[in-house]
């Protein structure tokens, strides 16, 4: 009965615009760290910059003791479930997500939607909850690592919250075919979309707009991550690759790197680009939507979040 209750849960999620979030709505922030221990002091910094466009912020145990992978999820399953809690960010990335979600309640996470923001390891919470809930959650800047320092970062987390559709980017963004997405917006770092791939964690890929990045791999792990997404089973049905970027690359640099996108897709037929400000690296980052129907110009710098096609609901 359980697993027939999730698999309707997850499609109708799937199916149905998940609920837009109005100003007013978001009040109360929960702070947790699924991956890597925070900063202490970067953390303060973070909560700080949040109490102070507003928000009303309580920090979870896994951003002050060291707690065992079973216990953040526990903690994660309480912030869902407790409905002082209006959206949860995330502390920082680093490693060890994946180990939370064999422990995660997807009942309770089902059952208490509400916005979970982070990136970079934090991809595998993203897009468990995504595809197993059909919950819409944030690709986005964290407490421990942007907020503190990057007062844009913090209003563009605010913008989406308080209901905005249109996302906008000043970046040179660069065509290797050049064109407008429409599709559903997967965002992700790429070791850990590449992680969940053949789990349950992982769902389809049609009309799926992918944006890929990464921070710290050899230019051989690169490439050979860049080689499995031309080589996907459902390539044919996305509609979109951005590769958003990649830093502090090892033996190599980020030229090599382009060359390797230009090799693999330049014959590909659909658009593919280089270059989006949502990777790891010292400036403003915009928060994208996870699963939710978008429109993207790369040449305008615009992400308009749509509602689901009509086609889609059948």
């Known amino acids: 009965m359980r697993r027939v209750w999730l698999t309707v849960m997850m499609v109708v999620g799937m199916l149905l615009v998940s609920p837009v ?7 109360t922030i929960f702070v947790t760290a699924p991956a890597s221990f925070p900063d202490r002091s970067k953390l303060e910094a973070g909560i700080a910059a949040l109490r102070n466009v507003g928000y009303r912020v309580v920090v979870g145990d896994s951003c002050q003791i060291s ?16 409905p002082e ?10 490693y060890g997500s994946y180990n939370l979600l064999d422990w995660l309640d997807w009942e309770v996470i089902a059952s208490n939607p ?22 819409t959650t944030y690709h986005g800047p964290m407490v421990a690592v942007e907020l503190g320092t990057d007062s844009q970062s913090v209003q563009n987390i605010a913008a989406i919250f308080n209901g905005e559709k249109t996302i906008c980017f000043n970046y040179q963004s660069i065509p290797v ?11 992700a770092n ?38 499995n997404i031309a080589h996907l089973d459902e390539f044919s049905s996305l509609r979109g690759v951005v590769f958003a970027g990649f830093t502090e690359i090892k ?6 790197i382009k060359r390797m996108i230009h090799d693999y897709f330049l014959r590909k037929e659909i658009p593919v680009w280089i270059g989006l400000p949502s990777y790891h690296g010292d400036f403003p980052k915009v928060v994208l939507p ?3 129907w978008v429109e993207i110009d790369m040449e305008k710098g615009t992400i308009e979040i749509l509602p689901v096609p009509e086609a889609k609901i059948k």
């Open 21 to 27: 979030l109005f100003s007013g709505e978001i009040r």
């Open 67 to 82: 707690l065992s992978p079973r216990e953040k999820a526990n903690e994660l399953n309480k912030a869902f479930a407790n």
């Open 85 to 94: 809690y209006d959206a949860i960010i995330t502390a920082r990335g680093g």
């Open 114 to 135: 509400k916005p979970l923001v982070g990136y970079s390891d934090i991809t595998a919470l993203l897009l468990s909850v995504y595809f197993k809930t059909g919950q």
């Open 177 to 187: 075919i050049a064109g407008k997405m429409t599709g559903r917006l997967i965002p």
């Open 190 to 227: 790429l070791s850990l979309f590449q992680a969940l791939q053949g789990t349950e964690y992982l769902g389809s890929l049609k009309d799926a707009i992918l944006v890929l990045e990464d921070v710290s791999e050899t230019k051989e792990s690169l490439e050979r991550m860049i080689w």
């Open 251 to 256: 033996n190599g640099d980020l030229d090599d």
């Open 290 to 292: 996870v699963g939710q």
